[in-house]
């Protein structure tokens, strides 16, 4: 299956600081990708859906100025958190469609866990 | 009401046990239905995915799907402690490659040696 890699896999920073987050699709091109965040025994809630060379659509309720991304290339997208705060430390993952765009399948990075001092 | 609802568990079974887990979905939309493994720390991976209403078998594992009661299930066969973990369930309306994906809250599953 396609691999998607996140870097850095843990990160813990002050309140305030901006943390920026790297998922690639490591032996496929992705056009969209997907950023969710997790919190402890519960479920993945979708944040945004990055879009290499356009916008990212965010989900209702998520701040698109606190929560960056960037689709820089068809194996990149970064979420950077901006001025991050305790209540932002979560599980960030994220998730390419399948290799053949013939599915939606998705397959998912393994996670970034964010700590906000 | 939540579009996708999936009991969180725990749910405990010994070794070599049938792990039964399911989840049940408001929206007749939805077409297309997967199931993720989920361990401690980790990002999902894909186990099985089935579009419409039936049955498909791989390996140790079998999703049914019946859309007419909206209700997907998976099993699991000879049940291992490596099967611990949270298995999550998702589906979508359309098969496109940037198509979100809506979750179930995840069941979590202990295989006790």
């Known amino acids: 299956g396609a691999v998607v890699s996140q870097h850095p896999s843990r990160v813990i920073c002050k309140s305030g600081t901006s943390v920026k987050i790297e998922c690639r699709s490591l032996d496929f091109q992705a056009t969209t990708m997907f950023w969710y965040r997790q919190f402890p025994k519960q479920s993945l809630m979708l944040m945004a859906t990055?879009?290499?060379?356009?916008?990212?659509?965010?989900e209702q309720g998520v701040e698109k100025d606190k929560f960056l991304i960037n689709h820089a290339s068809l194996t990149l997208s970064t979420l950077t958190v901006t001025s991050a705060h305790p209540e932002d430390s979560s599980f960030y993952i994220c998730?390419?469609?399948?290799?053949?765009?013939?599915?939606?399948?998705?397959?998912f990075g393994p996670g970034t866990r964010l700590t906000v001092l | 009401q939540k579009e996708v609802e999936q009991d969180p568990g725990p749910l405990s079974v010994p070794e070599g046990a049938i792990v039964s887990l399911n989840c049940t979905y408001s929206?007749?939309?939805?077409?297309?239905f997967m199931w993720y493994r989920q361990y401690s720390r980790k990002g999902p991976e894909l186990l099985m995915y089935?579009?419409?209403?039936g049955n498909k078998e791989d390996g140790r594992f079998t999703a049914q799907v019946d859309k007419s009661s909206k209700y997907i299930s998976l099993f699991i066969r000879d049940s291992q402690p490596s099967d611990s973990a949270t298995y999550l369930c998702?589906?979508?309306?359309?098969?496109?490659?940037?198509?979100?994906?809506?979750f179930g809250g995840g069941t979590r599953v202990l295989v006790k040696p």
């Open positions: 089935t579009y419409s209403s």
């Open positions: 998702a589906m979508s309306r359309i098969k496109a490659a940037g198509n979100k994906l809506t």
């Open positions: 998730s390419a469609p399948g290799l053949t765009g013939a599915t939606n399948e998705q397959f």
């Open positions: 990055s879009n290499e060379g356009s916008k990212a659509t965010y």
């Open positions: 929206n007749s939309a939805f077409q297309y």
